[in-house]
């Protein structure tokens, strides 16, 4: 399968789906009628390019080729992927599906972001109804991983799953919805709050600022990490989602929501509601809450990739297949070529910039940290060996700060063993942006029992790890630097 998409309509939601195709490897063509439309998705990019590599420890593909074309048949044209993302009138998005079919190839996906319209809908009066389906996302695309997927019967079964591995590809969650309706799944809850909010505004009983405020700080961040049902079932304790029920279920019954009575929208309303939105987030520009939005989302969503727990389970996953047939996967035994060995490859994410806007020294010791942990893996101290009960313990480290690297950079790191006999184990790294030198951290470990927490001699599978990277390593020089803090063996 090709790696082109074709986005057919440019805002928010299309530029989104660019930026996530883009910057993972596809070349993306562009449809759309409105002349700024290269300026706005320009400005999408931007984002993506600050926000999305932080998300990863692992460095992401070559970015794709962006083109824009005139018509939609040009730009779907090759396309393995098209995704319209149109305004929501049924009648325009027959139309665009109509000329999509027209030109493009029979097995293409023809994904639609609608928000609301079923696929039976979309699908109606289409030359191949079966290529068309729902593939709702999120914004922002780049960065949220959540995509609603509703088909009708007339999508053959093998094709969702090739369409669900394709967008698993991507770093993303494709929910295969059982069954269509009206505004899918995600969109119902979101209604559903909406419309008590705008009760809540109307009567006076919050802001838009307190009902923001009750969320982002209270069940949002529950809700973030754990969901709906999960969230009840801890609420439950022991007892579990039983007793949850029997104690709460009463309150269904009771008055609290105004789900199904929606207020008028007057003027006075939406003037209110917009007075009040205004006052409480006019002070940035638009381009400026979304890329405070984004950092906020990185940082929450890398903090869930330290306890591999929802979105962050999903990011570890997709870092293993970017990792997956590169020089930063497989063991010594699966074969090494001559010279230092890549340890890490990877963006500067937002979390690790200081306020000069370049690498905490802090992070120079993480990235170092990873790189000696992959050299582990690499030699077969991996995380088996390490619940068997041995492993290596860092008994002196030392960094050289030779160059500043900024947000967003791109750094890899080397790595040359010194020494790798018996106990001990001397690394040296060297951090490059580019072409150039920008660190270098030096490593002595000694191997350990983990049972009596003392030395000891490692495992036969470690021994010929070891002595397959000295065998791969024994042209290199003694490095420029090394040895100044920790001595070198002889």
């Known amino acids: 399968m ?14 989104g789906w660019a930026a996530r195709f883009l910057l993972n490897g596809w070349d993306v063509r562009v449809f759309d009628p409105d002349p700024q439309a290269e300026r706005k998705i320009g400005e999408v990019l931007a984002n993506a390019r600050h926000a999305l590599p932080g998300l990863s420890d692992v460095a992401l593909p070559e970015e794709g080729r962006l083109s824009f074309h005139g018509s939609i048949a040009e730009a779907v ?7 319209e993302s149109v305004p929501e009138r049924l009648d325009l998005k027959h139309k665009t599906f109509a000329e999509i079919q027209a030109a493009c190839g029979a097995d293409a996906f023809i994904g639609s972001s609608t928000s609301g319209f079923k696929p039976s809908e979309l699908q109606e009066g289409a030359t191949n109804p079966g290529q068309i389906f729902v593939a709702h ?20 079964t093998e094709r969702l799953e090739e369409l669900r591995a394709l967008l698993v590809g991507l770093g993303l969650y494709p929910l295969m919805v059982r069954k269509e309706i009206d505004a899918h799944i995600a969109d119902r809850f979101l209604e559903a709050v909406w419309r008590e ?4 505004v109307k009567d006076g009983v919050a802001t838009t600022e307190e009902i923001d405020n009750a969320i982002r700080y209270g069940f949002g961040i529950r809700w973030a990490q754990m969901g709906l049902f999960e969230t009840y079932r801890v609420a439950g304790g022991e007892a579990g989602m039983k007793h949850f029920m029997a104690q709460f279920g009463p309150a269904l019954k ?14 006075e309303l939406v003037d209110l509601i917009a007075g009040q939105s205004d006052e409480q987030s006019g002070a940035y520009s638009i381009r400026q809450l979304e890329r405070i939005r984004d950092d906020n989302l990185v940082a929450m969503m890398r903090a869930l990739k330290a306890q591999d727990w929802g979105a962050g389970a999903l990011l570890n996953a997709h870092d ?4 997956a047939g590169t020089d930063l996967d497989g063991r010594a035994v699966d074969g090494l070529a001559p010279g230092a060995v890549v340890t890490l490859r990877r963006a500067v994410p937002p979390d690790w910039a200081d306020y000069n806007g370049h690498m905490n020294e802090a992070r120079y010791l993480d990235a170092f940290c990873a790189a000696t942990d992959r050299f582990m893996e690499l030699v077969g101290c991996d995380s088996d060996y390490i619940a068997a009960g041995m492993s290596y313990f860092t008994a002196e480290t030392h960094i050289r700060h030779l160059g500043e690297v900024h947000l967003g950079q791109k750094i890899e790191v080397r790595t040359q063993m010194l020494l790798g006999e018996g106990k001990k184990l001397h690394l040296y790294h060297e951090m490059r942006a580019g072409e150039d030198l920008v660190a270098t951290g030096e490593h002595f470990l000694l191997h350990v029992d983990l049972s009596t927490r003392r030395p000891c001699d490692p495992g036969p599978e470690v021994v010929t790890g ?11 020089t003694w490095p420029e630097g090394a040895g100044r803090a920790i001595r070198r063996p002889g």
């Open 254 to 267: 009771w008055p609290w929501t105004k789900l199904m009575d929606v207020p008028e929208f007057t003027d």
């Open 137 to 156: 996302p999120f914004n922002p695309v780049y960065l949220l991983p959540l995509i609603e997927i509703v088909a009708t019967p007339e999508t053959p």
């Open 2 to 15: 090709s790696k082109v998409a074709a986005i057919i309509g440019g805002g928010v939601i299309g530029g």
């Open 77 to 83: 044209e090759g396309a393995a992927w098209i995704q």
């Open 466 to 476: 070891l002595a397959l990277v000295a065998a791969a390593q024994s042209d290199l």
């Open 197 to 200: 909010a705008l009760w809540l």
């Open 320 to 323: 293993a297949t970017l990792r």
